[in-house]
């Protein structure tokens, strides 16, 4: 056996992991061809590494596990990403972090690190220039550095440099972990992130949740997904000058915000999730104040998409603008949102449900992608659509059912030698979080992945061949996170 | 164009009239209200803070660092912690952040900001401000953009974000500060023409809020350079930010 399989919201014994040399280890991944969700190193002792893998079986809901060991003179071995590109950045990282260099790696640069040393990819000739944005931007955004090799308007290529944001949080989730911690892992993610922590950390302590906790997270997430599809609805309208969508949009935006806020205190429901359940119920009156909001806020998008949709210079910028073709994303392993922009099917909703979307059992909506900004534009409103439909439906559950406890008590009492891992769909994508503990149960390492991560590099491919003016509007389509990749 | 005038007129006005009276929900948590004599010295917030922001004898909560999370009010088992939506949390002085049993909302609101004659005179009517983002998580940042919507619409007291640091009148910092922003904040702050003003917004820009104990960070600027106005929050609500800036500039 050359992999251990596992659930979502799993755990198993480390020393049950196999542990292959890392030649065999190359050959199983290329061989399986999967989806990596993680790719990390760990020190291992005596100046020893070890890489641990994990691989997404999407249509099985299974995820593979498996290890390479590296002894101290074992400093670099054959890159995978020459064969399958989506392992790029995971390479980087490895690399960026233990120094075991990928040979005939396409794209070795510096991931979070050494920005000063950066070399950026050039190009010559006579119209050919470059532009370079960043770290700080025009505004009110998240740093990061952006270089374009335009010729005249059009951009060749564009590369992204992070690494700005990073505040070394993976470190701090060791020593100090906790659920404020995974709150501002994201800001614009807060549910998601929250509940990966709480589910990875329930996981391994054995801790149940009630079914009612459970629901009023899930309502939790999706309305953090609905609340920030409909302000990217309206980040986009702005950028095409179209302000009426950008001013419509914001409103209704605050509308689900500000319910956020009665339910929990906090515009972005910070303080809700906590391990063991959440911190607040839900009574019935503010069931019914929220299902009226929800309503509004639910025709007032569609009425808005619409009409913005009759507009014809409305259409003339969406359409065919920032295009990632089906394949180009598989290639490269876009997740999330801006995967099923471009026709991929994945929604760890569905692929790797937890307890609650199983006893929810949605329905999966299909989308037919193009992979253009239009096609972002409108899966973001269906998917805000659907959210809201679920949060109302959630709603509803909650007026109807027995009352019982939103919180039980979670002794954090980690077991020896474990693996936990928690994927838990956020608006972006797969957010995944995997924590392991050494032979005393303490916190040995602590990883997590947001979709960013993957999702970079699908941006940089999307703004090639379009004007360097069509950026914005490219970028906000995506709206990915600086600190949820620098982390 | 009809279709759009029709979503016009349905829409109606959004913004907020009176920015400076506006309601705010009860179940936001603002400004701190303690009960010394409550508190049996249990030590349970103490341990559930993710920030340190509590200290015992006499009990006292520091805005700055506070995520106002509400942990500590939900352990507290004496109800010597609550938090009041009173949202106006902006002070000039580090330390007027640190609220006591003592410090109520009239107390706090009289010594909160300290007027100057001359930041009344030069940006009264104007205030263009330069954001920097030093390792925010998107939390602060996506408030501040929500000043400028259609219901806080901070534009019509003539504050606004703008684009150049060479246009600017201050910055607005949020974030813990990273190394790896830390000169490009440095440098943003030189670029930026006298007079200028620094404000620190959220639990993050002005104590390191919930990454206090990375190693990743590097806050010498803040010793380098005087900071004029403190705004609390995790994230700083957008009312709190309006509130504080149009308090610090116009008074009253
Ligand atoms: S509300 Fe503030 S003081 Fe209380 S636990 Fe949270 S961070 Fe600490
Ligand atoms: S203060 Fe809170 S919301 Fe603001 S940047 Fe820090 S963690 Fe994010």
């Not at chain 1, 806020?261 to 009574?283: C, M, T, Y």
């Not at chain 2, 805005?63 to 507290?76: D, L, P």
């Not at chain 2, 700083?236 to 308090?247: A, C, E, K, M, R």
Request: hydrophobic share 35%; aromatic share 8%; charged share 25%.
């Amino acid at each position: 056996m050359n992999w251990i399989k596992l659930k979502n919201n799993g755990k198993i014994d480390i020393n049950s992991i196999p542990t292959l040399k890392i030649e065999q280890l190359r050959e199983e991944i290329i061989n399986l061809n999967l989806r990596p969700v993680a790719f990390f190193g760990k020190d291992w002792g005596n100046n020893t590494t070890k890489l641990f893998v994990v691989l997404a079986d999407d249509k099985n809901s299974e995820l593979n596990v498996s290890s390479a060991i590296f002894n101290q003179d074992e400093k670099c071995y054959e890159s995978i990403t020459q064969v399958l590109p989506s392992f790029h950045i995971f390479e980087r990282e490895f690399y960026e972090q233990f120094g075991i260099k990928p040979l005939n790696h396409p794209w070795l640069k510096p991931l979070r690190k050494n920005q000063k040393d950066y070399k950026f990819f050039e190009m010559e000739g006579e119209e050919v220039h470059q532009v370079a944005v960043g770290p700080i931007h025009a505004g009110v955004i998240e740093p990061g550095h952006f270089r374009f090799m335009c010729n005249g308007e059009t951009v060749y290529h564009l590369e992204i440099m992070l690494g700005y944001q990073h505040r070394g949080v993976e470190d701090l989730m060791i020593k100090h972990p906790s659920n404020r911690l995974a709150e501002s892992i994201c800001g614009d993610s807060v549910i998601a992130n929250n509940l990966a922590y709480s589910k990875v950390m329930e996981t391994l302590c054995d801790c149940k949740v009630s079914k009612r906790a459970q629901l009023i997270r899930t309502l939790a997430l999706e309305m953090e997904r609905a609340a920030i599809h409909i302000g990217d609805l309206g980040a986009i309208s702005g950028d095409i000058a179209y302000l009426m969508g950008a001013s419509v949009f914001g409103a209704t935006r605050t509308l689900v915000i500000n319910t956020m806020l009665e339910f929990s205190g906090s515009r972005f429901g910070r303080g809700l999730i906590e391990l063991g359940g959440v911190n607040f119920d839900i009574d019935n009156e503010k069931i019914k104040r929220a299902l009226e909001t929800l309503t509004k806020v639910e025709k007032d998008v569609d009425r808005m998409v619409k009409t913005m949709l009759k507009n014809t210079s409305v259409m003339s910028r969406l359409e065919k603008t920032g295009v990632v073709s089906k394949e180009k994303a598989e290639q490269i392993g876009l997740v999330g949102m801006a995967a099923r922009a471009c026709g991929l099917t994945l929604d760890s909703r569905f692929d790797f449900p937890d307890e609650c979307y199983k006893f929810l059992a949605l329905p999966r909506k299909m989308f037919k992608g193009k992979g253009d900004v239009n096609s972002r534009f409108k899966l973001r409103h269906q998917e805000a659509m659907e959210s809201l439909d679920i949060s109302k439906r959630i709603l509803e559950m909650l007026k109807n059912t027995l009352k019982e406890e939103v919180k039980t008590n979670c002794e954090l009492n980690l077991p020896k030698d474990t693996m936990a891992i928690s994927i838990v769909e956020g608006w972006r994508g797969e957010i995944v979080h995997i924590a392991l503990t050494d032979m005393n149960g303490t916190l040995s390492k602590y990883k997590i992945k947001d979709p960013s991560f993957n999702n970079w590099y699908g941006l940089a491919l999307a703004v090639r061949n379009n004007g360097v003016s069509d950026f914005p509007l490219c970028n906000k389509s995506f709206n990915l996170s600086y600190c949820g990749c620098d982390l | 164009m009809f279709d759009t005038l029709k979503s016009r007129i349905y829409q109606g006005n959004q913004f907020i009239k009176d920015i400076k009276n506006a309601p705010m929900r009860e179940q936001f948590r603002g400004l701190p209200k303690l009960c010394n004599s409550n508190c049996n010295n249990c030590k349970d917030c103490l341990n559930v803070c993710p920030t340190g922001a509590l200290k015992l004898n006499p009990l006292s909560i520091d805005m700055g660092k506070c995520t106002f999370c509400g942990a500590c009010k939900n352990v507290c088992k004496t109800g010597a912690i609550d938090f009041t939506n009173f949202y106006k949390l902006s002070t000039t002085k580090r330390e007027n952040l640190i609220i006591t049993e003592d410090m109520t909302q009239e107390e706090f609101s009289k010594i909160a900001i300290e007027v100057r004659k001359e930041i009344k005179r030069v940006f009264g009517k104007s205030l263009k401000l330069r954001q920097v983002s030093a390792a925010g998580c998107n939390g602060c940042e996506m408030e501040l953009n929500a000043c400028s919507n259609v219901n806080f619409d901070m534009g019509r007291f003539g504050i606004d974000f703008v684009a150049s640091p060479r246009h600017a009148d201050g910055l607005v910092i949020t974030g813990p500060i990273s190394k790896n922003m830390a000169y490009a904040l440095e440098d943003c702050y030189k670029s930026t023409p006298d007079p200028k003003i620094v404000v620190l917004c959220g639990a993050c820009a002005i104590s390191g809020g919930v990454f206090q104990q990375s190693s990743e960070l590097n806050r010498e600027f803040l010793e380098k350079y005087p900071i004029d106005l403190y705004i609390a929050g995790c994230p700083v609500h957008p009312l709190t930010f309006i509130n504080g800036i149009l308090g610090f500039i116009q008074g009253k």
